[in-house]
Structures are given as structure tokens and as C-alpha cells.
């Protein structure tokens, strides 16, 4: 008999193993999917390996597959190597490196998408009795098949099909597609630039780190390497960190490469995920923008791979098989033997060290296009409350903003805060509204009268008394929506723009949002982190952070670093055209190292004190870092699993920190072990096998393992 060992779609880690089916004539191949009966139900599972002519016998029943479901492979050998590979790294089932593969309509799953199909006709015999019936038969014939949509709207058409004439048949649907015309480049490099693009192409070493000044004109590098790479008939792949900055890179590259370009991110839906995957897969387009999940397009001859902002925690997967999309990149590059650029203002620490190390190649722009950075400047919020002002805009703010609408020119505010009040609190009895699943207070979300929580996503009715005394209930902070309803107040004659979350659910929101931005139709765009990057509108002129300083206040070793790059990158926004820029941040902590290096944007001097400080705590770059998090509903099970994990990981001589208590999330009890190790590899092992024990030991307490956590808040 002929075997078939393939994974099963259930993605519980005690089932992260092949299972062996036989098959006989069936047209299995290593990368299909194929129908099986798994524990009394049929289940889609992926095809890792065939044994054939099997004469050997086994101590049970080997059951038949069912079905298969592809025509050709869906994954060629390197990319069910990756998903091992991201299995074995991340400490993951292979079934969930696998899903994260593909997009929907082929993920083994059996209740997930469809590809969509149409019916077309095609001529079969000439059994035409008429010349006008031979007429049309004859059309047809010339152009060989038709849309049947198209078909019957000819006169004969469904007597042709009673006579036998044509065959109906089904092919995938195609999203009619426009011509996008190439515009030429008229952008002349400045000495920089051309020096960036000759290192991207040039330089010994495969990883380039490019640190270039906001505004200093990295996209132009971007497009003019990548125009080089394609004439050399290889593809090029460039992630954006955000769906938000997707339209703008999608726009400038199009505009560069016309119908080459195929689009790939979370707001497509899955028919026109699929038809960009399979425009890639048969090399109908050789460049691909797109976000995270962009980096497994089907690539054949990948020659460059460019991660803009690649700093940014949206490269990381945070669910199920947690992979950085920059490992992965790094992991490709080798198979194809392709360049990888790594590029921001605010390069991440673990990027900078390793190229001050010489591991990859330090590509420096220091000047912008326009030669002008934006002037910042720091608002002191503790005096301002001590002058009565207001504690959402001060005065020298709504000052700058009112000069800069006189002027006609626009204004970004950022509050990276969404909702109307974040805490909701008894007058009387001093009780916070908390979520009733979750350690976490409500959400007010005025606009629909509701009180959210923003970890599970439950969503109440709002109310007005306490529902322990009665007693009235008083809002405290204030997210975007309380922003937004200030703003036009205070000026009624500006229109404005929100972007964050509750603004953007439709599909192709963020494009027609930022869109109209661009288009000059709002003269305020005000929103949360979603906008503080990549975004390049001329006739800003003033950026307002507010809250500049909040993320100092979680418990992760990485808020200095990401209140750096969040105010350096917003303020980035601002004088990008010919006009001068203003940056005005409002903070409490005007003396913090990271808010002053913001204030100077001074990266090389944030860079020097940030990693004395992660050299004195021994967190990364010095160390690899892993992050076990225990949970149940049960919370001595939780906490004895914890304990447990804890004293082994110890005997290996690791540094281990915990066990930590964290926020209840959907009624169940969190804790937490972090483990820092000098090796990588040692790590990996040793995690593994943590893992292997866990899935094989039927405990009831869920175990998430993060290698290479880039955030440890509660």
C-alpha cells in the first residue's frame, strides 16, 4: 500500500504530529491538501511526505484518504521547510506556520473561504442547424471560451447549449483588473541616496541596515533598487509595517512599476487574497507591497526583500505562531540568496547593534530631501495644569494650530489613546467600572453609548450609577473621540479627520481616510499610532503629540525605546513639503532621556544610553529572551504549572524571572515566567522540550511560549 503523512488542520498542540492515511490511485503530492477522517469527522490536513509500495504492517487501521483537493501543490519544498523551520523557532504546531502560509481560501481549515468560481463556455461539436446558430458557433470557436455570463446574452446561446454545441465548465473568478499606467521617474538621487541604492546592490554582506532621517527620501532608494533588481528578472518584495501606510507605498509603486505590483495585507478580502497569491505564484507580477503575511507570496526568484520601518511591532505575529516577519525575511533571503534591507529613522536595537557588530552593512542618510527638519518643542503639562489651562490642548498649542489654519496649511494630533474616556469612577464609593471577563477598567465609546473593553472586546450598554451604591459615575482621561469633539469646538470651521480603530472597521477605510487627507478635503487628521509613520503629506506643518510620554509608564523593559521612535517618527510628519515644520509635544516627564533625545532627535545618543541600561538589566540585545505565559481558569493549576516549569528551567542554569502574575483576560488567570539566555540555540532546545512535555502531558492549562518577546506589559 501507498502511504500519505500529512498534518491534520487542528491546531492543538498535543495533535502537532503527521498522522498516516494510504491512498492508491489517487494524485497525492507532498504540498496538497487532501480530505481525511480524523477522531470520526473529515478533516483538511496538508501532505508533508509519501512512502510508497508499504509492505509493512502496522498495530492499527491505516484509513484511506478521502479526497484531494488540489490540482498542482499548493507549497513547493521551500516553503513547507519554512514552516518546520518557524515551527522549531517559534516553538509552534507546524499546522499554524502552515496556515499562516497561505491565505484563506487555501488555509487547511474546514470552515474557512472558498476560492470563488464562475461558469465559462467553450465550443464542443458543430451541431448547428441554422447559419445564424453557425454564426454564433462560429464566434465562439474564435474566441475559443467565453464568460457564460457573457454567453447568454447572445440570442441563441441556450439553443446552441440544448443542440450540444459548447461545454459549460467552471474557472477560478478574476477580479477584472485596470490598467495602471507607468509615469516616469523624474526624482533625481541626491549623493546619499545614490550611495544607499549602490551598497543595497553592491555591498558584501546580504543584510543592509538603511538609517535615514525622516523625510530623507528612503522610498526613492527603495523603488530605484528595486528597479534594478527586476531588470534582472528577479521579484522584490517590500513589507510596510501597517495597513494604513499600505495605500501610499502602493500608490508610489504603481505609479514606478504599473501592473507589475501585486497587493497583499489583512484589508483585501480572501477572493482578492488569493488571486494576488496566485499572481505571484505564476509569476504574473514580480513585485509585491504588502504587510506582514506578504513575506510567504509564493516566490520563485526572489532577489530583494525591503521591511520599511522595520522597528515596528507589527512584524511580529502576536497569536497562535508568533514569527517576526524580519526573521523570516532574513530565513528567505538566504534560500534565494536575495538582499534584505532593514529600514527606519528609529532602527530597532537589535538591528543597530548588530550592524555597529559588522553583521550587516550600516547605510546612513542624515539629511532630508527638503534639508530642514521640523523644529521641536516640548510642552512642560504640569505647569500647564498649574495655569488652569486645559489638560487636553494648552494654550501653546491651540496658539500653533490657529496659525497654522490662517495659514492654510494642515495639522496631524496624535493621541495614541482610542475612545471617549478610558476610566469610568464612582463619585461616591470611588469604584472603577471594570470589564466583568478582564482585569482592565471600561472603555466609554461615546459615539454609541457604549462601554468597551479594549483586551477582549466586550461591548456594554452604557450606564450612569454605580452599580455597587448608586452613586454617579465620573469619567477621568480622554481618548481620540474626546479629542475629536474638542477640536471642533474650538475651531468649528476646521474639518477634521479620526483615524484609529473605530474609524477604520470598513474595508478600504484607511485609504479613502488618508485619501481625502491628501486631497486637502480636512485640514486636521487626528488619530492614534496608526498615523504617527511612513505617512508624507506636503502640507503639514505642524504635528501635535499628546500624552507624549504614557508608554513610560508600562512595566516593559522596551517603553523607553518605543516612546522614542513613536515621537521621533510623528514628528517626522511635519514639514515635509516647502514650508518650515513645527513639532509641539505635550509631556509630564519633560526630563526622561528618551523624551530629550526625541526632542533632538538624537538617535545615536538614545541608542548609547538605552543600551546601558539593557546591558545592566541583561534584556536584548545582550540576551535572547522567552516568555512562558500559564493559563487557566483554574488558578492554582495555572500558578502549580507555572512553579513547575519554573524550578526545571532553573536546573539548566537559565536566568529566570517570575512567576508574575497578570491581568485576567476572558475569565481566565495569566502567569508568567520570562527566561533569558546568552544562546539562542540552547534557548530553542531547551523551550522545546518544555514544550514537547507540555503537549504530551494532556494538562488542561494552556501554554503560550513567545521567543523573542518585543513587549512584556501585563
Known amino acids: 500500500m501507498n502511504l500519505v503523512y500529512c498534518y491534520i488542520e487542528n491546531n492543538t498542540s498535543a495533535l502537532d504530529q503527521t498522522y498516516i492515511y494510504q491512498f492508491k490511485n489517487e494524485p497525492v503530492e507532498i504540498g496538497k491538501r487532501v480530505l481525511v477522517n480524523f477522531n470520526h469527522r473529515e478533516c483538511v490536513a496538508f501532505v508533508d511526505g509519501i512512502e510508497w509500495n508499504v509492505s509493512r504492517a502496522f498495530p492499527y487501521e491505516i484509513k484511506p484518504v478521502l479526497n484531494v483537493l488540489d490540482e498542482k501543490p499548493i507549497l513547493n519544498k521551500e516553503m513547507i521547510d519554512l514552516a518546520k523551520w518557524i515551527s522549531r523557532t517559534s516553538i509552534s504546531t507546524v499546522i499554524s506556520a502552515l496556515q499562516a502560509m497561505v491565505p484563506p481560501a487555501l488555509k487547511p481549515k474546514s470552515n474557512d473561504s472558498r476560492i470563488k468560481m464562475e461558469k465559462w463556455v467553450r465550443p464542443l461539436a458543430n451541431h448547428t442547424k441554422t447559419a445564424k446558430q453557425r454564426m454564433l458557433y462560429e464566434l465562439l470557436a474564435e474566441k475559443k471560451e467565453m464568460k457564460r455570463s457573457e454567453w447568454l446574452k447572445q440570442s441563441l446561446s441556450r439553443k446552441l447549449e440544448e443542440l450540444g454545441c459548447v461545454e459549460i465548465f467552471e474557472k477560478e473568478s478574476r477580479t477584472s483588473e485596470k490598467i495602471i499606467e507607468k509615469k516616469p521617474c523624474s526624482f533625481v538621487l541626491n549623493e546619499e541616496q545614490k550611495y544607499a541604492v549602490e551598497r543595497i546592490l553592491h555591498s558584501p554582506k546580504d543584510v543592509i541596515a538603511l538609517k535615514g532621517v525622516t523625510g530623507s527620501g528612503k522610498t526613492e532608494v527603495y523603488l530605484h533598487a528595486a528597479e534594478e533588481v527586476l531588470k534582472q528578472g528577479r521579484e522584490v518584495l517590500i513589507l510596510v509595517p501597517e495597513i494604513s501606510l499600505t495605500p501610499m507605498m502602493v500608490k508610489r509603486v504603481q505609479e514606478r512599476f504599473g501592473n507589475d505590483v501585486a497587493i497583499y495585507h489583512s484589508g483585501l478580502s480572501a477572493q482578492q487574497k488569493y488571486e494576488q497569491y496566485q499572481s505571484v505564484r505564476s509569476q504574473d507580477k514580480c513585485i509585491v507591497v504588502g504587510t506582514r503575511s506578504a513575506v510567504f507570496m509564493p516566490f520563485s526568484n526572489l532577489g530583494l526583500i525591503i521591511l520599511d520601518e522595520e522597528h515596528d511591532l507589527s512584524y511580529k505575529q502576536d497569536q497562535n505562531c508568533r514569527y517576526h516577519a524580519r526573521d523570516v525575511a532574513l530565513h528567505r ?3 534565494h540568496h536575495a538582499r534584505v534591507v532593514l529600514a527606519s529613522a528609529t532602527p530597532s536595537l537589535d538591528t543597530m547593534a548588530r550592524a555597529l557588530k559588522g553583521v550587516y552593512e550600516l547605510v546612513e542618510i542624515k539629511h532630508r530631501v527638503n534639508q530642514s527638519l521640523p523644529e521641536v518643542k516640548l510642552i512642560d503639562m ?4 498649574r495655569q488652569k489651562q486645559s489638560y487636553i490642548l494648552s494654550d501653546e498649542m491651540l496658539q500653533e494650530m490657529r496659525k497654522a489654519l490662517d495659514r492654510h496649511h494642515q495639522i496631524i494630533l496624535l493621541l495614541n489613546r482610542r475612545g471617549y474616556q478610558p476610566i469610568l469612577r464612582c463619585s461616591q464609593c470611588g469604584k472603577v467600572l471594570m470589564c466583568p471577563h478582564c482585569d482592565k477598567p471600561l472603555v466609554l465609546h461615546k459615539e454609541k453609548n457604549t462601554l468597551n473593553c479594549h483586551l477582549c472586546g466586550t461591548v456594554l450598554k452604557r450606564i450612569y450609577a454605580c452599580p455597587q451604591c448608586q452613586g454617579k459615575l465620573s469619567g477621568s482621561g480622554f481618548g481620540t473621540q474626546m479629542l475629536e469633539e474638542k477640536v471642533a469646538r474650538l475651531f468649528p470651521n476646521a474639518r477634521l479627520i479620526r483615524m484609529d480603530a473605530d474609524t477604520t472597521t470598513r474595508k478600504d477605510a484607511h485609504e479613502k481616510l488618508l485619501k481625502a487627507f491628501e486631497d486637502h478635503e480636512a485640514d486636521i487628521l487626528l488619530g492614534t499610532q496608526m498615523i504617527s509613520k511612513g505617512l508624507d503629506f506636503e502640507n503639514v506643518t505642524l504635528v501635535g503629540i499628546l500624552q507624549g510620554d504614557a508608554m513610560l509608564a508600562r512595566s516593559d523593559y522596551r517603553s523607553a525605546e518605543l516612546t522614542f521612535d513613536l515621537l521621533t517618527q510623528a ?12 513639532v509641539l509635544i505635550q509631556v509630564y516627564d519633560k526630563k526622561h532621556y528618551a523624551i530629550q533625545c526625541a526632542l533632538k532627535q538624537d538617535y545615536d545618543s538614545f541608542f548609547r544610553h538605552e543600551m546601558q541600561y ?8 545582550y540576551t535572547y529572551l522567552c516568555a512562558l505565559t500559564f493559563i487557566s481558569k483554574n488558578e ?5 504549572e507555572a512553579n513547575h ?6 536546573e539548566k542554569d537559565f536566568k529566570v524571572l517570575g512567576v508574575s502574575e497578570l491581568l485576567k483576560i476572558q475569565d481566565e488567570k495569566r502567569y508568567r515566567i520570562c527566561v ?3 544562546s539562542l540555540e540552547l534557548l530553542q532546545k531547551e523551550i522545546y522540550d518544555v514544550y514537547q512535555h507540555h503537549r504530551t502531558s494532556k494538562s488542561r492549562v494552556k501554554l503560550h511560549i513567545d521567543m523573542n518577546p518585543l513587549t512584556l506589559d501585563d
Do not use: C, F
Not at 614 to 621: D, E, I, N, S, T
Not at 645 to 650: G, N
Open 333 to 335: 533571503a538566504q534560500t
Open 382 to 385: 504640569n505647569e500647564v495644569i
Open 571 to 582: 514628528g517626522g510628519r511635519s514639514g515635509r513639503g516647502h514650508s518650515d515644520g513645527k
Open 614 to 621: 539593557r546591558h545592566l538589566a541583561g534584556y536584548p540585545p
Open 636 to 640: 492554582e493549576m495555572a500558578l502549580d
Open 645 to 650: 516549569v519554573m524550578m526545571l528551567l532553573k
Open 676 to 678: 533569558k539566555s546568552k
